[in-house]
């Protein structure tokens, strides 16, 4: 069927603009050697798992229903890394990871021993270097952060424990979120600075992800050059783990406009939520590109978007038009695919959306459909 025959809402991959996305990513790995995983936590929609299999060496998780789904679905490279293991999981994840991220000393020496032998097992450290201005709830390494291990207590460990790295194999930093390749040179400096004395220890070296690769205006060319300066100076396998980098502008949400009411502003109520649906509109904030639109008042017909629940600010924005928009027309938010599946909820009792699949040759098929049984089964 063709797009504008899918049932409403729904998130729809774009096959062939994955597939661009997958070419860039796997020429990064050709020219440097370097392996590249998907970080599941921001695209999990696993029916395109063996295609993306095809380009990149696995898969990475930030708890165990992550790293099984990567397991059973991809089968390829599967790691994982959390602020903290739950002991009841932890001899499952070792069994089926094949590279364990600890995020602290303490947890290390909890489950080290429960590891050893079974996966690879890596630290997480923090650079302490902020490359982000703004929403510091996305910066690891802002002041206070939980996530790595600052040099001074690395190094205070180490003092106090010459065998603290003993069956070590690689150091993680993940300090980045939709950036350039600017960011990562500045953090790869910093974490040589502080950690550089360790990585020749080592046998990998996990940077991380929030790397924008296959954005157009991306600096591919001083990637390359940052992953072959690590793997060069130090004898490591260098690991990117990008999940936005992967499924970007890769799909749509296809919403249809319920109703139109007017209030001093004319509102399209559409079936598709921001709370619910785009999650990120509401977190970040984040205004979603939407197909044939323009800023409020770019085009001659302004409107504000908005959804069907209860929720007074559950808006997406306000965006302009060249046409008027009638209740029954369609409207396609583009890159969604990133951040919204994986975040979505059924508040309200809002229905989570169709998933589909639109192939090379522009016909949509429909992967999954989702009821009130799936509603239902949240709850008790």
Known sequence: MR????????????????????????????????????????????????????????TTASGLFEARLGKEEMGKENHIFSPAYRESEIDEIADICDHVVFNSFSQLYKYRARCAGKTSIGLRINPEISTQEGHTAYDPCAAGSRLGIPA????????????????????HFHTLCEQNADALAKTLAAAEEKFGRYFRQMKWLNMGGGHHITRADYDVG????????AQDAYGVTVYL???????????????????????????????????????????????????????????PYTYRLASATCLAGDIVGDYS????????????????????????????????????????????????????????????
């Open 321 to 380: 038009f060249d046409r008027e928009i009638q209740a029954g027309d369609r409207l396609y938010f583009e890159d969604m695919m990133i951040y919204s599946m994986v975040k979505n909820n059924t508040f309200n009792g809002m229905c989570l959306p169709a998933l589909a699949v639109r192939g090379t040759d522009g016909e949509c098929r429909i992967v999954k459909q989702f009821g009130y049984r799936d509603f239902r089964e949240r709850l008790s």
């Open 222 to 229: 001083l990637l390359e050059r940052c992953i072959r300066h």
């Open 152 to 171: 001074r207590q690395f190094t205070e460990e180490l003092e106090r424990n010459p065998a603290a790295l003993e069956g070590v194999d690689g150091l």
């Open 3 to 58: 797009i504008e025959q899918l049932p409403t809402p729904a998130y729809v991959l774009d096959e062939e603009k994955l597939i661009r996305n997958l070419k860039i990513l796997q020429q990064v790995q050709a020219h440097t050697g370097c392996r590249i995983l998907l970080a599941q936590k921001a695209f999990s929609m696993f029916c395109a798992y063996p295609l993306i299999a095809e380009y990149l060496a696995g």
């Open 241 to 299: 783990e990008p999940g936005e980098a992967v499924a970007l502008y890769a799909g749509y949400l296809v919403t249809e406009v319920m109703d139109i009411v007017e209030n001093g502003v004319k509102t399209l109520i559409l079936d598709a939520s921001a709370s619910c649906h785009m999650p990120d509109v509401l977190e970040m904030p984040y205004r979603p590109p939407l197909k044939d639109s323009g800023l409020p008042g770019e085009k």
